[in-house]
């Protein structure tokens, strides 16, 4: 039997981003079976959420019934980030393994920052605490019109996010873009709009070359 392939020099990380529904969950998914089908190592997580202390984290942040303070917030995603760059990222990487992440710190800049209207340099300042300097070498931006997410979630209960009005997932959406204008080499930006399949084609394309680009 072959031995897994693992990635050299550290591993790599690679992120997927979007406004709620904008269906990166099932694009990493996707993500993930495409390296293990190539027998690489892959670990595959979420923020918030991903750590042995990220299940607690993420339910207080999604509750509707008791929102923290914007500052709590964010302190509390980045604490959330913290937690899992230190017990499952790093650790992940140094193993040479391919980590996927559902959300990471483009997340706290585009709902914290330019969602909710707070300082984008603080936030910018909490994710580099959080991460230690860590930046994902590829993010797949997941582009799609809010009231084409909202329609795709309408069968769920809306967590605290998702209950917010159209305008701010419209502000979120933007400044998701407005962070792929300023960083076009690792946030590659994917229109969302076609089925699973269709949308999955254009991201297997990139992963491709990341994949010759690891083993290389
Ligand atoms: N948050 C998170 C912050 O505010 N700051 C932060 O720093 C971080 C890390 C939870 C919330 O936390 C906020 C953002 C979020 O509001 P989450 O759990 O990732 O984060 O929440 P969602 O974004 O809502 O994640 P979901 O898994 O619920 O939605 P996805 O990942 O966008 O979409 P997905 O793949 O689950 O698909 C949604 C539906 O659409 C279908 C799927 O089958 C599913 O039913 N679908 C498609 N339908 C048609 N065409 C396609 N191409 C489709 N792809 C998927």
């Known amino acids: 039997m072959t031995a897994p392939k693992t990635a050299p020099s550290g591993g790599i990380l690679i992120t997927f981003e979007g406004i709620d529904g904008c269906g990166k969950s099932t694009q990493s998914r996707l993500a993930a079976e495409f390296f293990v089908s190539r027998g690489c190592v892959v670990h595959s997580s979420r923020e918030p959420g991903g750590s ?12 509707s019934s008791r929102p923290p303070c914007p500052l709590a917030e964010a302190l509390l995603f980045s604490a959330d980030r913290a937690q899992h760059v230190h017990e499952r990222i790093r650790p992940a990487l140094a193993r040479g393994e391919v980590v ?6 483009d997340s706290t800049l585009a709902y914290q920052g330019y969602g909710s209207g707070q300082d984008l340099a603080v936030l910018r300042q909490l994710n580099m605490i959080a991460t230690g300097g860590l930046v994902p070498q590829a993010t797949f931006l997941l582009d799609l019109d809010p009231s084409v997410a909202a329609e ?12 917010e009005a159209g305008e701010f997932h419209q502000r979120v959406r933007d400044g998701f873009l407005h962070l792929a204008a300023m960083e076009p080499e690792r946030i590659r930006v994917i229109d969302a709009r076609g089925d699973q399949k269709a949308v999955a084609r254009l991201i297997q394309k990139q992963l491709e070359v990341l994949l010759e680009k690891l083993h290389a």
Do not use: C, N, W, Y
């Open 152 to 163: 795709r979630m309408e069968k769920r209960q809306p967590d605290r996010f998702e209950r």
């Open 52 to 63: 042995s202390i990220g299940p607690a984290v993420r339910s207080l942040l999604l509750d």
């Open 100 to 105: 996927i992440l559902d959300r990471h710190t």
